[in-house]
């Protein structure tokens, strides 16, 4: 395992809960993060952008009351994630926020940026980028960031096409920093298999839809519960950039999800109102088979820390 900084050292559980857009808000990162795992939403959830401070106010302020009133269980740190791609005209607003409220991690996407990490690491706090390639990764620390998020195939979102084994194995020949991996992961074997391959934390979206504390819709949630792998396309049409999504939610929208057509990746927005078009449009991953029922987020965590002790002990029984 990486020598990790300070903020990412005292989690306690190894997962980190990945930030969902327009399904993230602060009553899930706040679950996430009294539950032992990173917790962590998109700035750009809070619309309009006055509303980030507000919630940045409420997240902090709830885990410091919760850390004082159970100190032998403090909570885990928490993230926001910056989309730094040009389109997002909020960047620098929502950025300074961060800064002003010294975040402890924060999540890059969509391109590496030094003054995004300056600004972070000015009050202590931590860099993640995620990337979807070896050559990616390399960026991302040549150009500061402490760590990386390995988005594997089959991850919900904008994932890569990289065989897990392949893109962890390629990084670690070089980087001894923190790492996540993302890719399919919904059981607590599957987490303690991340760690097997050489990442510090499982980096999980798609289980945490399926939460109490999610804002999406009660059918979203009742999809990714009916659904598995082979309900998931690949597809650049929603933003420009290749992600997963359910596909019964193309049908929805008038589309035959096996014929989708190409976007031109020119033409990606994420900073906008061109979302709208696309947000009964619901991403996931494919390692969704798992999720049998909506549950309160802290449920959940308790499930995969179960699956993760008794795989450790299956392992362990083995004489592996």
């Given at each position: 395992?990486?020598?990790l900084?300070?903020?990412?050292?005292r989690?306690t559980?190894?997962?980190?809960?990945?930030?969902?857009?327009?399904i993230?808000?602060?009553?899930?990162?706040?679950?996430?993060?009294?539950?032992?795992?990173?917790?962590?939403m998109?700035?750009?959830?809070?619309?309009?952008?006055?509303?980030?401070?507000e919630?940045?106010?409420e997240?902090?302020?709830?885990?410091?009351?919760?850390?004082?009133?159970?100190?032998?269980?403090?909570?885990?740190?928490?993230?926001?994630?910056?989309?730094?791609?040009?389109?997002?005209?909020?960047?620098?607003?929502?950025?300074?926020?961060?800064?002003?409220?010294?975040?402890?991690?924060?999540?890059?996407?969509?391109?590496?940026?030094?003054?995004?990490n300056?600004?972070?690491?000015?009050?202590?706090?931590?860099?993640?980028?995620?990337?979807?390639?070896?050559?990616?990764?390399?960026?991302?620390?040549?150009?500061?960031?402490?760590?990386?998020?390995?988005?594997?195939a089959?991850?919900?979102?904008?994932?890569?096409?990289?065989?897990?084994?392949?893109?962890?194995?390629?990084?670690?020949?070089?980087?001894?920093?923190?790492v996540?991996?993302?890719?399919?992961?919904?059981?607590?074997?599957?987490?303690?298999?991340?760690?097997a391959?050489?990442?510090?934390?499982?980096?999980i979206?798609?289980?945490?839809?399926?939460t109490?504390?999610?804002?999406?819709?009660?059918?979203?949630?009742?999809?990714?519960?009916?659904?598995?792998?082979?309900?998931?396309?690949?597809?650049?049409?929603?933003?420009?950039?290749?992600?997963?999504?359910?596909?019964?939610?193309i049908?929805?929208a008038?589309?035959?999800?096996?014929?989708?057509?190409?976007?031109?990746?020119?033409?990606?927005?994420?900073?906008?109102?061109?979302?709208?078009a696309?947000?009964?449009?619901?991403?996931?991953?494919?390692?969704?088979?798992?999720?049998?029922?909506?549950?309160?987020?802290?449920?959940?965590?308790?499930?995969?820390?179960?699956?993760?002790?008794?795989?450790?002990?299956?392992?362990l029984?083995?004489?592996?």
């Amino acid at each position: 395992m990486s020598k990790l900084p300070p903020a990412l050292a005292r989690v306690t559980f190894p997962v980190i809960a990945s930030p969902l857009f327009i399904i993230s808000n602060p009553k899930s990162v706040i679950a996430q993060c009294t539950s032992g795992v990173i917790g962590s939403m998109p700035a750009l959830n809070a619309r309009p952008a006055s509303q980030l401070d507000e919630w940045l106010h409420e997240i902090t302020e709830a885990l410091a009351a919760h850390d004082k009133a159970h100190p032998d269980q403090p909570s885990a740190p928490f993230a926001i994630n910056q989309i730094v791609h040009k389109s997002n005209d909020r960047l620098e607003h929502d950025m300074a926020l961060c800064v002003k409220y010294r975040v402890p991690v924060i999540i890059t996407s969509l391109g590496a940026r030094e003054e995004i990490n300056q600004a972070a690491h000015s009050y202590g706090g931590v860099v993640l980028h995620d990337i979807i390639n070896n050559a990616f990764a390399h960026k991302a620390i040549e150009k500061g960031a402490d760590g990386l998020i390995a988005v594997a195939a089959g991850a919900g979102g904008h994932a890569g096409v990289k065989s897990p084994f392949a893109l962890i194995q390629e990084i670690r020949e070089w980087f001894d920093g923190p790492v996540a991996l993302s890719g399919a992961i919904a059981h607590g074997g599957a987490i303690l298999a991340a760690q097997a391959m050489g990442a510090d934390f499982a980096y999980i979206g798609s289980a945490f839809i399926a939460t109490e504390e999610a804002r999406a819709s009660e059918a979203y949630k009742q999809c990714v519960v009916d659904s598995n792998s082979d309900d998931i396309v690949y597809s650049n049409l929603f933003t420009g950039v290749h992600g997963n999504y359910l596909k019964p939610s193309i049908r929805n929208a008038g589309m035959d999800p096996d014929n989708l057509p190409e976007s031109d990746p020119s033409k990606m927005n994420f900073g906008g109102d061109s979302t709208k078009a696309w947000k009964d449009i619901w991403g996931c991953g494919q390692g969704i088979a798992p999720i049998k029922s909506v549950l309160p987020t802290a449920e959940l965590i308790a499930r995969f820390k179960r699956e993760y002790a008794e795989a450790r002990a299956r392992l362990l029984g083995s004489g592996a």
